[in-house]
Structure formats: C-alpha cells, structure tokens
Nanobody, 124 residues
Framework: QERMVASGGGSVQSGGSLRLSCATSGYTYVNYCMAWFRQAPAKEREGVSVFCSDGRTYYTDSVKGRFAISRDNAKNTLYLQMNRLKSEDTAIYYC??????????????????WGQGTQVIVSS
C-alpha cells in the first residue's frame, strides 16, 4: 500500500528557509507526478509545486524563484526547498502523488495518494 509521510515544517522568520520532506513507501509507478499543496487558514488548498517522472517541474507563480522541488529516487523522498519565506507562505503543506503524468498539474483531483500535512509558520 502506498504511503507518504511529510515532515520538515516549523516556525521561521520572514526571509528564512525550510526544507520539507515527503517519504514515500510502496510506490512503484514509473510514470507519475508528485506535488506539494498548501492550505492557509480560511483559504482553499492550492498547488505549490510539482515534480513529474519526465523530469519536468512546475511552480505556482507566487513561489517561482524561491522554492525548489526535487526527488531523491534512492531515498524515495520528495523535497521542497523553501527560501526567502514570506508570511503569506504560512500554511499546512501536503505532499501528494499520482499514478500517471497528470495533465492539470495543480488540480487536487489528479492526485490519489496524499500524505498528512506539515505546518509551516512564517513570522514577520
């Protein structure tokens, strides 16, 4: 059974950095996308960044140039390096995975495997 476990959240001051990790197990798909979503208080969950097995990466506009997504296949772990954090990055961050390379990368319904959230708090 596929499982994803997110970690790495915490509290940081504006301008600081955090690295989120998402360990995957039981995941054997060859063609896939893995993503980070986030949900801020009183807001809908939104897609942040996507890594697909074809090597392509995608970012929502608000994090371009600040965040970097990567995957270590040997460790079966997805990462999100977050730099120059802003207060508006405060949210619960979720990792997710699909069984194929999805078309609409930031659409939640494309992903059927989800990890639990990890809280990120950025104070100004």
């Amino acid at each position: 059974q596929e499982r994803m476990v997110a970690s790495g959240g915490g509290s940081v001051q504006s301008g600081g950095s955090l690295r989120l990790s998402c360990a995957t197990s039981g995941y054997t798909y060859v063609n896939y996308c893995m993503a980070w979503f986030r949900q801020a208080p009183a807001k809908e969950r939104e897609g942040v960044s996507v890594f697909c097995s074809d090597g392509r990466t995608y970012y929502t506009d608000s994090v371009k140039g600040r965040f970097a997504i990567s995957r270590d296949n040997a460790k079966n772990t997805l990462y999100l390096q977050m730099n120059r954090l802003k207060s508006e990055d405060t949210a619960i961050y979720y990792c997710a995975a699909s069984e194929y390379i999805v078309g609409r990368k930031f659409r939640e319904e494309e992903y059927n495997i989800w990890g639990q959230g990890t809280q990120v708090i950025v104070s100004s």
